[in-house]
């Protein structure tokens, strides 16, 4: 089972984190999520894996923002 978090200035609250399990077919895994957050100047935010998932690098991940107003 794999765990991580979206944190907000490090602090994870209700909704924020994702689980999902190994497929025991060896196939490759795939996990998406979306959030939209109401945030402050000097806020930031944060991908936090809390299992030690070994994420790939490169084009293999994406983790973007976009602020709305």
Known sequence: QH??????NNSVSRGM???????????WDQVSSSYIFELSAN???QMY???NTG???NDWQLF??????
Request: negative net charge; aromatic residues 12%; hydrophobic residues 30%.
């Open 55 to 57: 994420w790939h690098g």
């Open 3 to 8: 765990h991580y978090d979206i944190r907000i």
């Open 17 to 27: 984190s994702s689980h999902f399990s190994n497929l025991a077919n060896g196939n």
């Open 49 to 51: 894996s809390v299992s």
């Open 43 to 45: 806020d930031y935010v």
């Open 64 to 69: 973007c923002g976009q602020l709305l107003s």
